[in-house]
């Protein structure tokens, strides 16, 4: 089974500033990686999807790359809303797998 | 506005059963794959299971295999979720996703979650 893992746990970004996350797979994924964001008490949003594109209604500022085994997700100008968790999730080999989170907090 | 309700869960004694329902609007059911995710107390996600939009295929996480099963009723835009012999380990927040296409494994609605407590 795909094990993914996200880097930092925890990235502390002053806003207005860019952030940066990283997921790797243990092995290829191709582009069949997704991104979710959850805030505290919320069911997680999907934001991207397919690596690269975003999901229905997910500002510009988030953009998606990478694929294999390397993945980023990065929030260009971080607004007050942004502070939250962050999962990749593959599906492209069985069973759908997601990291374990990198909290986004306020520095 | 595509809404996902789930109900159902409860606190449970280990070796019990529980039934989790989702009630689904604004889209078309029957014409989504439909996924059940779960998140232990402040930790992360999980995949548990998913049926197809005709319920023909089904498919399960290996933690949960031979003890859940998943099904809907399109009649009545639902999906469900039957637990049995239940752990301390599936203690967690259930949540119903809608996916995003077909059965792309992406999941593009949630519902709020029900909690499932396994304890005695």
């Known amino acids: 089974e795909i094990v993914m893992t996200q880097s930092p746990a925890t990235l502390s970004v002053s806003p207005g500033e860019r952030a940066t996350l990283s997921c790797r797979a243990s092995?290829?994924?191709?582009?069949?990686l997704a991104w979710y964001q959850q805030k505290p008490g919320q069911a997680p949003r999907l934001l991207i999807y397919?690596?690269?594109t975003r999901a229905t209604g997910i500002p510009a500022r988030f953009s998606g790359s990478g694929s294999g085994t390397e993945f980023t997700l990065t929030i260009s100008s971080l607004q007050s809303e942004d502070f939250a968790i962050y999962y990749c999730?593959?599906?492209?080999?069985?069973?759908?797998?997601f990291g374990q989170g990198t909290k986004l907090e306020i520095k | 506005e595509v809404q996902l309700v789930e109900s159902g869960g409860v606190v449970v004694q280990p070796g019990g059963s529980l039934r989790l329902s989702c009630a689904a609007s604004?889209?078309?059911?029957?014409?989504?794959?439909m996924h059940w995710v779960r998140q232990a107390p402040g930790k992360g996600l999980e995949w548990v299971s998913l049926i197809s939009w005709d319920g023909v295929s089904t498919y399960y996480a290996d933690s949960v295999k031979g003890r859940f099963t998943i099904s809907r009723d399109n009649s009545k835009n639902s999906l469900y979720l039957q637990m049995n012999s239940l752990r301390t380990e599936d203690t967690a927040l259930y949540y119903c996703?809608?996916?995003?296409?077909?059965?792309?494994?992406?999941?593009?609605?949630w519902g709020q979650g029900t909690l499932v407590t396994v304890s005695s």
């Open positions: 397919s690596a690269s």
């Open positions: 996703a809608k996916d995003l296409v077909g059965a792309s494994y992406y999941f593009d609605y």
């Open positions: 604004g889209f078309t059911f029957d014409d989504y794959t």
């Open positions: 999730q593959q599906y492209n080999n069985w069973p759908p797998r």
């Open positions: 092995q290829s994924v191709s582009s069949n």
